[in-house]
């Protein structure tokens, strides 16, 4: 059995950790995550309270779980909707080729200009802050990051000469990209899509952050962070938790994505 | 029917294949010879409607007398897998890792033929059988990996009969294979052209396996089909001296060649290289290369002569000794 690369490992427990903790929400926490209590507010850790508590008296831990869900599943969403689209332009663009490839190509280049961060927030500004908006927003900035990553893999399958036996055989494009190109696309795809996990959990806190994401109560890393701004001097502990709960997140799901990378593309290790 | 007139495939200033002819009738057996970049897999892929979108094609097509110069991708697309067949070189690559093998071969059934799931089955079972695979109903369900080169290649043919086509192009379909399994593919699309009258375009540079496989044979060099005869007469006295050279350099394993001390001789060989495409010279596109080259070969292109009965070839030389 192959080594498997150390960032995988690394990537993997860290993802599994947050994953976990986001899993185990749904079921328990320790406290109501709502649950306020004025008069225990700025509580140091505790054998009750883990972690302390917020301005208000809420249990931290309970609120970095369930914000862990809440940025799992809008990470989720928007790398499966983008995931989706992106790929299938992709497809669609390596299938026909010619002047729809590059019209499709040109188009993704476009959106590669602007800075993903910054369009997402222009996105959510535009369409009103909420949650919804905030995951159509991230959808899109991932559609061109997928649609390249797609088109590249599916151009190089298409040489293949299962392809041209396809072909011969008299199946159509269409059929040909869903039976053949796909599944032999699905390595890099799959890669691509925990690279951007990490970058979609990374944007949700950003908007959140701005108020463009998740609205209060619900909870988040992102909210958190701006609402423990205020009381840096105060209580710098309560920005410190969620700050590393999003390093935790974003570098595990970046390591998981890089091990997997040099896993499913042999050539790359060769380089190291 | 398949009728192809003067047809020559273009890259620019290349020139890939020169006005060929040919016509192949139900239950032809028909080889073509020749080395890389002789043209012979782009006539393939011309018969196939599949010649690479930067080429350009002059001359006619026929197929059953319907001209296809005007015919769509998806024209094609219907013709395909029905009236004409293709396997290929290596039949690893031309099977798809991540399918099962009895998908790859129930998909043009489903489509074409618009067979349900169930009756596909049944019929890529038979087909298994027909090419002689030993356990049909467990091999459908495997991956291309878990198959031995001969067997990936009978799925491959029984893919490519899947639709019952009435022509079925092998591209070097043994050239992947050692000796025995490839002397057992050959018998197997011998056989199966015979029982469905199909007939077999079959492409290769062993001169052994198309001895075997075809009835008649097509020379080609350069792009241009140099000469064309019955099989067996065209091997026994070669007109062309491209042929000549070509029948000179197979290696015999009876009678190894000694020099003059009884020692091993080289095998003798054809003196230079192919020239690219464009490099090819304007007359004869053997000119440069032919041992009995004339001083206006490789300006003028040589005529048809005939060699014999049904025998054709094109070369100066020939021209000149039928006219003395």
């Not at chain 1, 890393?221 to 001097?233: F, H, I, N």
């Not at chain 2, 012979?40 to 409607?49: E, Q, R, T």
């Not at chain 2, 009978?154 to 086509?165: E, G, S």
């Amino acid at each position: 059995m192959k080594r498997l690369p150390v960032n995988l490992l690394i990537g993997a427990a860290l993802v599994m950790l947050v994953i976990g903790a986001a899993a185990l929400s749904l079921i328990w926490t320790p406290h109501d995550y709502t649950d306020m209590n004025i008069r225990g507010k700025f509580g140091p850790p505790s054998e009750t309270h883990w972690l302390g508590t917020d301005q208000l008296g809420r249990d931290v831990v309970s609120q970095l779980m369930a914000a862990a869900r809440n940025s799992m599943a809008v990470a989720l969403a928007a790398v499966l909707i983008g995931g989706s689209i992106g790929t299938a332009l992709g497809l669609l663009a390596s299938a026909i080729g010619g002047w729809v490839e590059d019209l499709v190509m040109r188009i993704a280049d476009i959106g590669f200009a602007f800075p993903a961060l910054l369009f997402a927030i222009m996105l959510a500004a535009v369409f009103g802050p909420s949650l919804t908006n905030a995951i159509l927003a991230i959808s899109f900035i991932n559609i061109p990051v997928f649609a390249r990553v797609a088109r590249a893999s599916a151009n190089q399958i298409w040489t293949r000469e299962y392809v041209t036996a396809a072909q011969a055989a008299g199946l159509t494009r269409a059929a040909i990209s869903r039976d053949h190109i796909l599944p032999n696309i699905a390595a890099p795809i799959i890669v691509q899509a925990t690279i951007e996990f990490a970058v979609a959990i990374l944007a949700e806190a950003a908007l959140s952050y701005l108020g463009l994401g998740a609205q209060p109560p619900a909870p988040s890393w992102g909210r958190m962070l701006s609402e423990a701004q205020t009381l840096m001097y105060l209580a710098p502990q309560l920005a410190i938790y969620p700050g590393l709960c999003i390093v935790t997140a974003v570098l595990g799901f970046g390591l998981l994505g890089d091990g997997l990378r040099d896993v499913t593309d042999p050539r790359l290790v060769r380089e190291r | 029917m398949f009728d192809l007139t003067n047809l020559s495939v273009h890259f620019g200033p290349a020139t890939a294949l020169r006005e060929a002819s040919l016509t192949i009738r139900p239950g032809d057996r028909l080889g073509i010879v020749g080395e890389s970049g002789s043209g012979k897999s782009m006539l393939a892929l011309c018969l196939m409607g599949m010649a690479p979108e930067a080429a350009t094609l002059s001359g006619t097509l026929t197929i059953d007398g319907r001209d296809m110069a005007e015919a769509t991708e998806r024209d094609w697309q219907a013709l395909r897998a029905r009236r004409v067949a293709m396997i290929f070189q290596e039949p690893m690559a031309a099977l798809n890792p991540l399918s099962r093998v009895g998908d790859t071969v129930m998909d043009p059934l489903r489509l074409h033929l618009g067979l349900s799931k169930q009756a596909a089955r049944a019929r890529a079972l038979d087909l298994f059988a027909e090419v002689g695979i030993p356990d049909p109903a467990a091999r459908l369900r495997q991956f291309p990996h878990e198959l031995s080169g001969g067997q990936r290649q009978r799925v491959l043919i029984a893919l490519a009969l899947a639709c019952d086509p009435d022509l079925l192009i092998a591209d070097e379909p043994t050239t992947a294979l050692d000796a025995n399994v490839a002397l057992r593919i050959t018998d197997l699309l011998v056989r199966l052209s015979a029982e469905r009258n199909m007939a077999l375009l079959f492409i290769s540079h062993d001169l052994a396996a198309v001895a075997r496989a075809t009835s008649d044979i097509a020379v080609m060099y350069g792009g241009d089909i140099v000469e064309r005869g019955p099989t067996r007469a065209v091997l026994d006295s070669p007109a062309h001296p491209y042929t000549r050279g070509l029948l000179g350099a197979r290696p015999s394993a009876t009678s190894l060649p000694r020099d003059a001390n009884g020692k091993r001789a080289r095998l003798p060989t054809i003196p230079g290289t192919v020239p690219g495409m464009a490099e090819l010279p304007k007359g004869c596109r053997f000119a440069g290369r032919c041992p009995v080259e004339l001083p206006h070969c490789a300006s003028e292109r040589p005529a048809l002569t005939k060699p014999g009965p049904d025998r054709s070839a094109i070369c100066h030389v020939l021209s000149q000794e039928v006219s003395a």
